[in-house]
């Protein structure tokens, strides 16, 4: 089949012919049409990204939309033709999505919901489950709450933006000047950052009580000024991106909880990915009830053109979730 390999980190990714793989048991093997396109996959090939712990050679691509063509012992709830979507690879030891073929532990998968095209099921499962894991499993995000999305136009956040929304919240989300709209459209009041501070928002939406929940998807001085954002006591921070170095003070000074999020602990170590798949269901029924969508930038991109698809992402320019088409 052919494939996507990084043999060396920060060297070119190669198009080559590699063997296809076969499903093992408790296995997939999925056609891929579809592999979304993340900022990781970027970092992952310029040696950028040890918390991945990827291993050469390699295939990248996390995200995967595509058919069912055969099923390894011990599968049910899968067969033959069926459209499935999941976060399935291209971390540790386990072959990324930018290849004809997968092998893929069913537990991460499943249906692709009937309300979107393959293409818009490819860039949902990173950014789905991230913000799910952020604000369900973590948060308990529900009806009656005020809650906050640092970056609420980007990957994650415009995913978190209508999960929140799905759940009965009272949405707000910070963004520049050119994404406030998209932000409105989704439903969120839009926050300028650019022109208005922390203190400020704070004092106009909450009556400077603070938000019930901020989910920072931006990390560095934006999750500082999450843990000054939460409301008193009852009030939650939740990152994904909580990887530097913090002063807790002013959310201990809330008596206020926080929470980080990894979404590549599945995959690297195996333990939960049966949640993922449940997360995967979740964002199906989202979909088909018309609450969830995907934006997609409106290139394509092909097997043979993935360097210009990571230079889109890395450019900050993408209108959207840059997505390959693998069945070209």
């Given at each position: ?7 060396e ?39 950028k990204a ?36 999941g ?6 030891d ?14 991460l ?17 990173l ?5 799910w ?48 709209a ?12 650019t022109?208005?501070?922390m ?6 939406h909450?009556?400077?009580?603070g ?20 409301r ?30 990894f979404t ?52 900050g ?12």
């Amino acid at each position: 089949m052919r494939a996507v390999v990084l043999q060396e980190f920060d060297t070119p990714l190669v198009l080559s012919e590699i063997e296809k793989p076969e499903a093992g048991p408790g296995q997939v093997l999925v056609k891929v049409k579809a592999s979304g396109v993340n900022p990781l996959d970027a970092k992952i090939q310029a040696g950028k990204a040890a918390h991945a712990k990827r291993t050469l050679p390699a295939v990248l691509g996390l995200d995967l939309a595509g058919l069912v063509e055969e099923v390894g012992r011990g599968v049910d709830d899968f067969a033959p033709g069926d459209e499935v979507f999941g976060m399935t690879g291209g971390v540790g030891d386990v072959q990324g999505s930018l290849a004809e073929y997968a092998a893929v532990d069913a537990r991460l998968l499943a249906r692709k919901p009937a309300a979107l095209t393959l293409r818009e099921a490819a860039a949902l499962p990173l950014v789905v489950i991230t913000a799910w894991e952020g604000l369900v499993d973590r948060a308990q995000v529900h009806a009656g709450q005020k809650v906050l999305i640092h970056g609420g136009a980007g990957g994650i956040g415009h995913v978190a933006v209508q999960i929140a929304r799905a759940r009965g919240a009272e949405v707000f989300a910070t963004g520049s000047p050119a994404s406030l709209a998209v932000i409105d459209g989704l439903g969120a009041t839009p926050i300028d950052y650019t022109t208005t501070t922390m203190e400020e928002y704070v004092a106009k939406h909450t009556g400077g009580e603070g938000f019930d929940v901020v989910f920072d998807t931006v990390g560095g001085s934006v999750l500082d000024a999450s843990f000054a954002a939460v409301r008193t006591y009852t009030g939650h921070v939740v990152s994904a991106l909580g990887w530097g170095t913090h002063s807790i003070a002013p959310l201990s000074f809330r008596g206020a909880t926080y929470s980080g999020v990894f979404t590549l602990l599945p995959l690297l170590t195996g333990r939960g990915r049966e949640h993922h798949g449940e997360i995967m269901r979740e964002a199906a029924a989202l979909a088909d009830a018309g609450a969830l969508t995907p934006l997609l930038d409106p290139r394509h991109f092909t097997l043979a053109d993935v360097a210009a698809a990571h230079a889109a992402v890395e450019s900050g320019a993408a209108q959207g979730k840059i997505v390959i088409d693998v069945d070209d």
